[in-house]
């Protein structure tokens, strides 16, 4: 058991561009959640998947964003014509059911410049 | 939709003593989950204590402890015998426990600041 990973850590990119994130849960977690942090703020939900099926999308997840999570294992979050508004620290999380404990990852931290 | 509220950005205290960060919550649930978590500088986020609503006790884990006040919704976290090794941002959160879907996200303050001082 190695946590939960994200990569990558840290993503520079200019406004306008598309950037894709890739979590890989802990094995056997058929949660995973995804949860963006600004600086000064707590982390705020995005959307989370069972298994395959993505079963919540927060307002904030605006038509920019879209995550995917094929065959229930690894996950991406893709950005598209990034603005300068979505430099955060996006976190991953998973945890083995809906009562269990969220683990998370280390965060990729996203600048737009 | 439920709140968090964490009304100390910053908080100090010496090693050794004890310290205790405060947390504020509203909703029209009765059945819920609130949990303290701890972010270590440039580190990742783990789990410090789970309190599930329906029980009375407060729970413990070691040096953590909380004061559980259900009908005033306050959820606050005591560390005794501090440690170098507490010093982190602590973020208090909600979890439903409603089991229809769409209840799983965790709700957070905006988080405190815990420094040690040697």
């Known amino acids: 058991d190695t946590g939960v990973s994200q990569n990558p850590r840290h993503k520079i990119t200019k406004r306008g561009q598309n950037v894709t994130f890739r979590c890989d849960p802990i094995s056997e977690h058929n949660r995973l959640y995804w949860y963006r942090q600004t600086l000064g703020q707590g982390p705020e939900f995005l959307t989370y998947f069972q298994n395959e099926a993505q079963l919540e999308k927060s307002r904030l997840l605006s038509d920019r964003f879209s995550a995917e999570r094929p065959k229930g294992s690894f996950s991406t979050l893709e950005i598209q014509r990034t603005e300068q508004g979505d430099s955060a620290m996006y976190l991953c999380?998973?945890?083995?059911?809906?009562?269990?404990?969220?683990?998370f990852g280390p965060g990729t931290r996203l600048t737009v410049t | 939709a439920q709140t968090v509220t964490q009304s100390q950005p910053e908080m100090s205290v010496q090693e050794a003593e004890t310290v205790t960060l405060s947390c504020t919550y509203d909703t029209s649930e009765s059945d819920y989950y609130l949990f303290w978590y701890k972010q270590p500088p440039s580190r990742q986020m783990i789990l410090v204590i789970r309190?599930?609503?329906?029980?009375?006790q407060n729970a413990t884990e070691n040096r953590f402890s909380v004061n559980f006040q259900k009908a005033a919704k306050s959820f606050s976290l005591k560390i005794s015998d501090s440690q170098l090794g507490d010093a982190a941002m602590y973020f208090c959160?909600?979890?439903?426990?409603?089991?229809?879907?769409?209840?799983?996200?965790?709700?957070f303050g905006t988080g405190t600041r815990l420094t040690i001082i040697p």
């Open positions: 309190q599930e609503a329906y029980k009375q």
């Open positions: 999380a998973s945890s083995f059911g809906r009562l269990y404990e969220q683990y």
């Open positions: 959160a909600y979890r439903s426990a409603r089991s229809n879907f769409g209840n799983e996200k965790l709700t």
